[in-house]
Nanobody
Framework: VQLQASGGGLVQAGGSLRLSCAASGRTFSRYAMAWFRQAPGKEREFVAA????????YYADSMKGRFTISRDNAKNTVYLQMNSLKPDDTAVYYCAADPTVVVGIDSRVEERYDYWGQGTLVTVSS
C-alpha cells in the first residue's frame, strides 16, 4: 500500500482544514488507518484511527470533539477534518495503514503500522 497525504496549509487559529490520504492498492478497504503528527522539536504523536469498515474510531484525548476521522473505501481515501485549530496543532501530519491494527489503545502505537505517507504540513497562526 502506498499512501499520499495532502490538504495541509496555513490557517488562522479557530479555522478548519481537511486532510486527505489517498491509498493505492486493492486491499485498502481491509486496512485500519490512522493519523499521526509531529510538531517541530517533538516526537511523533497519535491523532486518530479508524477501522477498515469505518465503524470504529479512536482519538487522542486532546483531539476529541475537534477532529473527525473518516474514510471512503470506494475512493481509497481517509480524511481528517480538523476544526477549532490552535497554534499547538502546527505539525506535519502523517497517515498510516496496517491490516492488523485494532482500533483503540493498540492503534496509538506507531510501530504497529507498516505503511506511512510522506506527511503534509499544517501551520496554525495565532
Amino acid at each position: 500500500v502506498q499512501l499520499q497525504a495532502s490538504g495541509g496549509g496555513l490557517v488562522q487559529a479557530g479555522g478548519s482544514l481537511r486532510l486527505s490520504c489517498a491509498a493505492s492498492g486493492r486491499t485498502f478497504s481491509r486496512y485500519a488507518m490512522a493519523w499521526f503528527r509531529q510538531a517541530p522539536g517533538k516526537e511523533r504523536e497519535f491523532v486518530a484511527a479508524i477501522s477498515w469498515s469505518g465503524g470504529s474510531t479512536y482519538y487522542a484525548d486532546s483531539m476529541k470533539g475537534r477532529f473527525t476521522i473518516s474514510r471512503d473505501n470506494a475512493k481509497n481515501t481517509v480524511y481528517l477534518q480538523m476544526n477549532s485549530l490552535k497554534p499547538d496543532d502546527t505539525a506535519v501530519y502523517y497517515c498510516a495503514a496496517d491490516p492488523t491494527v485494532v482500533v483503540g489503545i493498540d492503534s496509538r502505537v506507531e510501530e504497529r503500522y507498516d505503511y506511512w505517507g510522506q506527511g503534509t504540513l499544517v501551520t496554525v497562526s495565532s
